[in-house]
Antibody, heavy 120, light 108 residues
Framework: EVQLVESGGALVQPGGSLRLSCAASGFTFTHYWINWVRQAPGKGLEWVAKINEAGSEADYVDSVRGRFTISRDNAKNSLSLQMNSLRAEDTAVYYC?????????????WGQGTLVTVSS | EIVMTQSPATLSVSPGERATLSCRASQRLNFNLAWYQQKPGQAPRLLIYGASTRATGVPARFTGSGSGTEFTLTISSLQSEDFAVYYCQQYNIWPPLTFGGGTKVEIK
């Protein structure tokens, strides 16, 4: 069974930092691009970042580029999102999501999410 | 960036009735569109990809159609478990991958 389990969400002050993690199991982790997708309270879904199978290629939505860094540890089947210079508008549930393939880039499995709250 | 627009924002439907949800893209997508269902407090669940292919385990009452810039998700006979928010997502031109704003299907 494919599982993605996020952790690390917390209350953090504006300007602070936080690191999210996603533990993957039930599939060959090195065969898939993995993503972070977020959802602000009561709002819709927003793709945040993606990383390729080897961890050599990453990309971000403009609003987080330069502040967030996605990485993966294929030996541990894990994904991370380092979030710096956090803003109130980064408050959201952050989901780890697997992309089906690089050419058919929809999300076939999602984690349960972890809540990040940026507030003083 | 491709902008995805869903309508209506809220759809009130009685159990057993048909629901028709629309998704419009600002550029042509070919068939590179997915639909997701999200229930309160849960992660999104993939329903449809390639505009019309049901994901594993999705009931046949869910039908995706359309191409180009206009897409539709039809739920033929609403069951109690279908009341949820539905999102479309394009994957034709990215980054960024973009979602529609969602349609909430509520009980009439």
């Amino acid at each position: 069974e494919v599982q993605l389990v996020e952790s690390g969400g917390a209350l953090v002050q504006p300007g602070g930092s936080l690191r999210l993690s996603c533990a993957a199991s039930g599939f060959t982790f090195t065969h898939y691009w993995i993503n972070w997708v977020r959802q602000a309270p009561g709002k819709g879904l927003e793709w945040v970042a993606k990383i390729n199978e080897a961890g050599s290629e990453a990309d971000y939505v403009d609003s987080v580029r330069g502040r967030f860094t996605i990485s993966r540890d294929n030996a541990k089947n894990s994904l991370s999102l380092q979030m710096n210079s956090l803003r109130a508008e980064d408050t959201a549930v952050y989901y780890c999501a697997r992309a089906a393939t690089v050419s058919t880039y929809y999300f076939d499995y999602w984690g349960q999410g972890t809540l990040v709250t940026v507030s003083s | 960036e491709i902008v995805m627009t869903q309508s209506p924002a809220t759809l009130s439907v009685s159990p057993g009735e048909r629901a028709t949800l629309s998704c419009r893209a600002s550029q042509r997508l070919n068939f590179n569109l997915a639909w997701y269902q999200q229930k309160p407090g849960q992660a999104p669940r993939l329903l449809i990809y390639g505009a019309s292919t049901r994901a594993t385990g999705v009931p046949a009452r869910f039908t995706g159609s359309g191409s180009g810039t206009e897409f539709t998700l039809t739920i033929s006979s609403l069951q109690s478990e279908d009341f949820a928010v539905y999102y479309c997502q394009q994957y034709n031109i990215w980054p960024p991958l973009t979602f529609g704003g969602g349609t909430k299907v509520e009980i009439k």
